[in-house]
């Protein structure tokens, strides 16, 4: 090819692309970058393989034990999914998932915790009746004796035992339970039988039961 040719060559090709660009709309600059999007987009979504979500979820069921382990005390379940960076209900699944696998988490008032098994101690049935006022001071008593209330338990004419977590071992603790109760307007379970209700207690010395039990017992508030 000769150079006057090759030179209208190029000028040919130079005005073609030119002429592409000025035939480009704004819109079709935008159709395409939204395309390239949807496929970059497309390209996430199949990133997260089903085996890549199960990845997660162990490692963070790892991490919710972790922090029981290492902290125990209670932690609310908005807390912990605030935390992981999870939604409450996520949470929820994978609390339901380690229990089903054997963990012994508990869930009270306070927040979901393991339970104290490297202390010895002792427990007792204490069988209850009385008004709904009078819960706080039924739970005051127990606490100043030095035992930890550990569940209250209701027989229920269609479903059986239903059974509540509690945890409450100090005044603070059972004044923190009726804040919540009064602040959530919260129906006492006692209330499904009359005010008829079990605790399951604990303390480091049987002696401590039995004390707590002969005031509980003073003040009206055992089944005879």
């Known amino acids: 090819m000769r150079g006057a040719d090759r030179v209208a060559a190029m000028r040919l090709v130079a005005a073609a692309q030119a002429n592409v660009r000025r035939n480009i709309r704004p819109t079709d600059v935008k159709e395409l970058h939204i395309a390239s999007s949807v496929k970059l987009s497309r390209g996430a979504f199949k990133a997260r393989t089903p085996a890549r979500v199960s990845e997660a979820g162990d490692e963070r069921r790892r991490r919710i034990l972790e922090w029981m382990r290492a902290h125990r005390v209670p932690i609310s379940g908005t807390e912990l999914a605030r935390r992981l960076r999870v939604s409450r209900q996520c949470l929820v699944q994978d609390v339901a998932i380690l229990r089903a696998a054997g963990e012994q988490i508990l869930a009270t008032p306070r927040g979901y915790r393991l339970p ?19 819960t706080e001071e039924e739970l005051q008593i127990l606490a100043d004796h030095g035992v930890k209330v550990l569940d209250v338990l209701v027989e229920h004419p269609l479903y059986g035992e239903l059974r509540g977590a509690l945890m409450l071992e100090s005044r603070a603790d059972v004044r923190d339970f009726m804040e919540r109760v009064r602040a959530k307007r919260a129906t006492l379970l006692s209330a499904l039988t009359r005010g008829v209700h079990l605790h399951t207690v604990e303390a480091s010395r049987p002696e401590m039961i039995e004390r707590a039990k002969a005031e509980l017992r003073r003040r009206g508030f055992l089944l005879k």
Do not use: T, W
Not at 116 to 134: F, M, N, Q
């Open 116 to 134: 104290d098994s490297a202390v010895r101690s002792y427990r007792a049935i204490l069988a209850s009746r009385h008004e709904p006022e009078r």
